[in-house]
């Protein structure tokens, strides 16, 4: 959409260079679409281009979005989830932005769809075209999947009332084309994705992996007589972490469940229905709801599971993770995360929202009056998750357990508000965090760590969510499951219930109502901390000024304080913006209505 991604092309040089001539390029390291170039030894240029679409993939980072919601404050001022927060989101002021980034990724894409056919990857024409038809299977998926973070970012109702989505753009923007380019519709756009999903579908494995001698019935028939070697050569094991045709499935789920949510969808049950089928096609895959209940230890500590994940190796994944970056050797998240007294910065403070959504171990809610919860002694009985993912008063961490005192009249910089890296609310970040990570600067060590992109529970809380909107909580159409089921399957692993049958979860099987606010309770408890708050509260419909809620405790007595950070958003704020300088150049875009 913006012509200076035109310019980015150049950036695919520097996949193949140092640093040297960052600033003042050599000549010959700008580099043109030059078909006659795209030869076996000179063919890592234009699978450059495609590692641009890779690199631009939202979900490569952390975004602890959380900061804008009910969830969490951080102690970053310069945060810019909590500058939206507090009433600073404007269209040109939008850390949530992803119109340039995603925009530039697919121009990348498209580029490679429209060059694929004329590089030489290798000197066998049947391996050749298995290459081929590999790199296209994995532009469209990739496409497809920047569309939908251009959709969960920037799709809304217009001015004019109608839900729109965002431009959709299939060929490379050259500088004599129009710019000027409305927005297609919200289910416009999600026909393209689904369309190129298909495409990636069609041309890719469902997993990269290698067969052996005697395995030969096993390569897909779609890539016609090939033998072992080229198959391997073009769809083996070495390939592993790039797209497939199981992550495509994915994709599809995740955007079918944007597309069904109330904030986007009409009332179109059907959209549910698809969202269910989607995500049941994923789980599938992976055992149905075995992908729940047999990996239960990785599945809830996938982040900590020190031998899983010193054991990662060829792009292979956990049997939690679908789909995952790069591992590496690192101290970040603890060195942002940590408290102060293990050398941390304490940037992330869940809230007492979010500890309170943490039910009991009998597993109701702590207002429910068959709770047993004891406001003078919180933290006892509750969901073991709460420990897992929250740093609470007095539990210990780090290499050495130590124990954090967060009350107010600590004597540690670990106490509520004592310095600038201190927590705001009363509790820390433990989720994510390797507590083998040193900090301490005479003895600091670093330990493997990756993110997921996909995880497997994430697409089983899709399918509750959808199948209890389509089906009712014990629906299953022609599924072997429901909503019920799942929900039960990750609260029994997470030690939820155990001892009473899950009562709250019973009573809740038989009201769809119910269902609806456990299941969202649940994903909001599953996958905290991962990047989905911020969306989720958005589709939803939900409220989004709920303030940012701690506690005080002194001498044993636990202060609720009401309000550590307000929330300053509109309504109209549950769809996020157009860039106002890109309505400023393109009078076509029309911008989501309430946004100036």
């Known amino acids: 959409m913006n012509k200076g991604i035109l310019k980015l092309l150049v950036c695919a040089a520097v996949l193949l260079t140092g640093c040297e001539d960052l600033i003042e390029p050599a000549i010959e390291n700008n580099r043109q679409l030059d078909p006659s170039a795209y030869l076996p030894s000179d063919s890592r240029f234009p699978f450059g281009i495609l590692l641009n679409g890779y690199n631009r993939v939202p979900t490569n980072s952390w975004s602890f979005n959380d900061v804008a919601t009910d969830d969490a404050v951080s102690n970053d001022q310069d945060n810019g989830y909590l500058k939206m927060a507090t009433g600073q989101w404007t269209a040109n002021n939008n850390p949530a932005n992803q119109w340039t980034n995603c925009f ?90 689904y369309q190129d999903l298909d495409s990636a579908d069609v041309k890719l494995p469902l997993d990269y992996q290698n067969f052996s001698l005697g395995q030969e019935s096993l390569i897909p028939a779609k890539y016609g007589q090939v033998t072992l070697e080229q198959y391997n050569r073009a769809f083996g094991v070495t390939f592993s972490g790039l797209f497939t045709g199981r992550i495509a499935k994915a994709v599809r789920a995740q955007a079918a469940l944007l597309a069904a949510s109330p904030a986007y969808n009409n009332g179109n049950t059907n959209k549910w229905t698809d969202a269910a089928n989607y995500a049941a096609n994923v789980l599938n895959l992976n055992g149905g709801l075995n992908a729940v209940t047999s990996n239960a230890a990785s599945g809830l500590t996938w982040y900590a599971n020190t031998a899983e994940i010193a054991n990662i190796k060829d792009g292979a994944n956990p049997p939690e993770i679908l789909w995952r970056n790069n591992w590496g050797e690192n101290r970040d998240l603890e060195q942002a995360n940590f408290p102060p007294t293990l050398f941390g910065n304490g940037r992330i403070n869940p809230t007492q929202n979010l500890v309170d ?79 083998d990570v040193n900090l301490n600067p005479t003895s600091s060590t670093n330990q493997r760590h990756y993110k997921p992109h996909i995880r497997y529970t994430e697409i089983a809380l899709a399918y509750a969510e959808a199948a209890n909107e389509a089906w009712g909580p014990t629906g299953t159409s022609t599924n072997a499951y429901s909503a ?66 701690g506690v005080s405790i002194q001498n044993g007595v636990y202060t609720l304080l009401p309000a550590v950070q307000d929330r300053v958003f509109q309504s109209y704020m549950k769809y996020g913006p157009i860039p106002y300088s890109e309505i400023l150049k393109f009078p076509a875009l029309e911008q989501n209505e309430g946004w100036n």
């Open 104 to 193: 530039a990724g697919i121009q990348y894409l498209n580029i490679m769809l429209g060059e694929v056919n004329k590089v030489q990857w290798v000197t066998d024409p049947v391996a050749n075209r298995l290459f081929t038809t590999r790199i296209k299977g994995e532009a469209y998926g990739l496409r497809a999947l920047l569309m939908y973070h251009l959709l969960l970012t920037h799709a809304g109702k217009g001015v004019s009332g109608t839900m729109l989505g965002v431009p959709i753009l299939l060929k490379p923007q050259t500088t004599s084309d129009n710019y000027n380019l409305p927005r297609a519709s919200f289910d416009d756009c999600m026909k393209q994705i």
């Open 357 to 435: 959504a943490f039910p009991m171990l009998n597993g109701y809610p702590i207002n429910n009056s068959n709770s047993g919860y004891n406001t003078a002694d919180p933290y006892t009985n509750r969901d073991p998750r709460l420990k897992m993912f929250v740093l609470v008063n007095g539990t210990t961490a780090g290499v050495n357990n130590t124990a954090i005192n967060t009350t107010a009249n600590g004597t540690t910089n670990d106490a509520l508000n004592k310095v600038a890296t201190s927590t705001r609310t009363g509790y820390y970040l433990r989720k994510l965090l390797r507590q």
């Open 484 to 549: 019920y089921d799942i929900i039960r399957a990750i609260r029994r692993r997470a030690g939820i219930g155990t001892s009473n049958n899950d009562a709250y979860l019973e009573s809740a099987k038989g009201n769809k109502d119910m269902m609806r606010t456990l299941i969202r309770n649940e994903r909001r408890l599953e996958l905290c901390f991962e990047g989905f708050r911020f969306w989720d509260l958005r589709r939803w419909n939900a409220e989004l000024t709920e303030p940012a809620k």
